[in-house]
């Protein structure tokens, strides 16, 4: 390159070097590195292959698919398990509503079988009564029938209910007739009129009894 006539000669700049300080090493200037991902691409160069996520969301449908079909068995089995136990217990329920009612019908065989063979001995009393002029041997018979009787319902529990000091209990007693009594302080039995029972010490039937109960005073 050659100068502007009349132009002033530029000054030359002497370069010194500068030597780097002791104990540090040169380094070449930083730099971006060089990586494989930030070449560029060459042309014609073949396409990497996609990654298989295609096959690997096939595979988790298909267990997917796998076990619907095993929750909707499970569901079917114990659907049946369900209506096989309602079957049952329709079935257990009819019966013992049969078995409740062949019960009541026939609780009461063996005590009437015994009631029978009361009503025999009656039948034979009735027909020997004519026969005796006296009719000591039919009071006979019927007192033996009546002991027979009350063994009979004492053997099934049955027990007569026995007034204790002639006081009047209302769980026990049923006062048909009330009548004021002068010197009665509490309500006492004056007399019995039809006999109560306990069935194995509950109440069966009320003694039906006469009340005396004191006197209202003016």
Do not use: W
Not at 6 to 15: A, D, H, L, R, T
Not at 119 to 140: I, V, Y
């Amino acid at each position: 390159m050659t100068n502007v006539k009349g132009s002033p000669k530029p000054e030359e700049v002497e370069y010194i070097p500068v030597e780097p300080p002791e104990g540090e090493k040169h380094q070449p200037p930083a730099g971006p590195p060089e990586t494989a991902a930030a070449a560029p691409k060459e042309a014609g160069e073949a396409p990497k292959p996609e990654s298989d996520d295609g096959t690997h969301l096939k595979g988790k449908l298909k267990k997917r698919d796998a076990e619907i079909k095993s929750l909707k068995k499970e569901k079917e089995d114990l659907r049946g398990q369900y209506l096989r136990c309602l079957a049952d217990m329709d079935n257990l329920r009819k019966r013992l509503e049969r078995e409740k009612s062949d019960f009541l019908s026939f609780a009461l065989n063996d005590l009437l079988l015994e009631l029978l063979g009361v009503l025999d001995n009656f039948e034979r009393a009735l027909g020997n009564a004519d026969q005796e002029p006296g009719g000591k041997s039919f009071r006979e018979g019927v007192e033996l029938i009546y002991r027979m009787f009350q063994n009979l319902l004492f053997k099934k529990g049955v027990q007569p209910i026995a007034i204790a000091d002639r006081k009047f209990d209302p769980n026990l007693h049923h006062a048909m007739i009330t009548e004021e009594t002068e010197g009665v302080e509490e309500p006492e039995v004056k007399e019995e009129l039809q006999k109560g029972y306990l069935l194995h010490h509950r109440l069966l039937r009320p003694t039906l009894v006469k009340v005396a109960v004191p006197k209202k005073t003016e």
